[in-house]
């Protein structure tokens, strides 16, 4: 009988096959191609590099032309690279859209593109079949220069993990948004509710400010957790690196309303959504240097574990157990949506 994939991204055994299986053709200016843990590509681009990323936003219907230039941006900066040009893709369901819905995305895209100094250059937008929710697949162009590229695979043991802001960030946001009727029902406070919805602006979901004040120093890798949360952003650097890592359980922060909410469903908030916060392994002698230059821009950055040889594993301890860390590509998030 035919299985059906589960809701999220694929997997990460069958997303490798696939890239394995289905090899784009080779060209001398691609520098970075499709691989497990790069979000972006790299292309030759004179004294530059170019920088080229595409995401959907799926997840949540509200703030969506914001949410997809934020999520597009964030993994244009992981690479050093400052987010320059956006396209997108705007799917608007049938019979249930009008002009003003078209217009508020409209002018969300172009908001959030303002604010981080990105010009929209094009895109398509139509009205179709089959969803019944707006869907945007967003476009995200940058460029860096060639002696600060910063990829996921260049984490080196010895390197120090730091993370910034903390977990489940954007994964309490779409649960208050998502569920904010249920959880007053629960007697959850009105107030408590808008600070979780407010979560996408504070502490915020972007990371383009924290990537680029880090890579003022040494950083060998970056990577924003966002599907799969922090277990599965540290995967793709363990992966993409083909080292191995040591994470301590309580030096990872998350913040109180994100706890709660993630307990109220039973999420993991180690698995759940975590657009927000920055993964950068830099090498120890750099570590506080990035993390006090961090702190002046007031975002939060702490040291969560160290990068080990391969052969090490992937592995968590909680100051008296070390044990493997579990991971996966569907996100706790998903839960909320089967119920």
């Known amino acids: 009988m035919k299985q059906n994939l589960p809701l999220g991204k694929l997997d990460f055994p069958v997303l490798e096959r696939l890239l394995s299986k289905y090899k784009t053709q080779s060209d001398a200016r691609i520098v970075q191609g499709p ?63 009008d002009e003003e819905d078209a217009d508020r995305i409209f002018g969300q895209i172009s908001a959030a593109s303002k604010d981080l100094g990105i010009s929209v250059i094009g895109g398509h937008t139509e009205v179709t079949h089959g969803i019944d929710r707006p869907i945007i697949a967003g476009t995200m162009l940058g460029e860096v220069k060639k002696d600060k590229l910063v990829l996921t695979s260049g984490a080196k043991p010895g390197d120090v993990v730091i993370l910034t802001k903390g977990i489940a960030i954007e994964g309490t946001s779409i649960i208050a948004r998502e569920k904010e009727h ?57 992966h993409a690196s083909k080292v191995g890592l040591l994470v301590n359980r309580k030096a990872i922060p998350i913040l109180p309303e994100s706890e709660a909410l993630c307990r109220e469903y039973g999420l993991d908030p180690l698995k759940t959504i975590s ?19 961090l702190h002046k821009n007031n975002i939060h950055a702490s040291i969560i574990g160290e990068v080990k040889d391969q052969s090490f594993g992937l592995k968590i301890s909680d100051g008296k157990t070390i044990k493997a860390l579990n991971y996966s590509a569907k996100d706790e998030i998903t839960k909320i949506f089967n119920e």
């Open 275 to 293: 657009s927000g916060a920055l993964l950068i392994a830099a090498p120890v002698h750099n570590a506080n240097k990035i993390i006090d230059a």
């Open 182 to 238: 249920e959880l007053l029902k629960k007697n959850y406070d009105k107030s408590f509710i808008e600070t979780c919805k407010n979560y996408i602006h504070t502490p915020g979901i972007s990371v383009v400010k924290d990537a680029l004040i880090a890579n003022r120093e040494e950083v060998h890798a970056m990577h924003d957790p966002t599907e799969g949360g922090l277990s599965a952003g540290l995967y793709e650097i363990a």
């Open 35 to 97: 691989a497990l843990g790069e979000d972006c590509a790299v292309l030759e681009y004179s004294d530059h590099y170019l920088i080229v990323k595409t995401d959907p936003i799926t997840f949540t219907a509200q703030d969506i032309g914001w949410y997809t230039v934020q999520i597009n941006a964030n993994d244009i900066a992981t690479t050093g690279a400052t987010p320059k040009y956006f396209l997108s893709t705007i799917l608007l369901p049938y019979t249930k859209t």
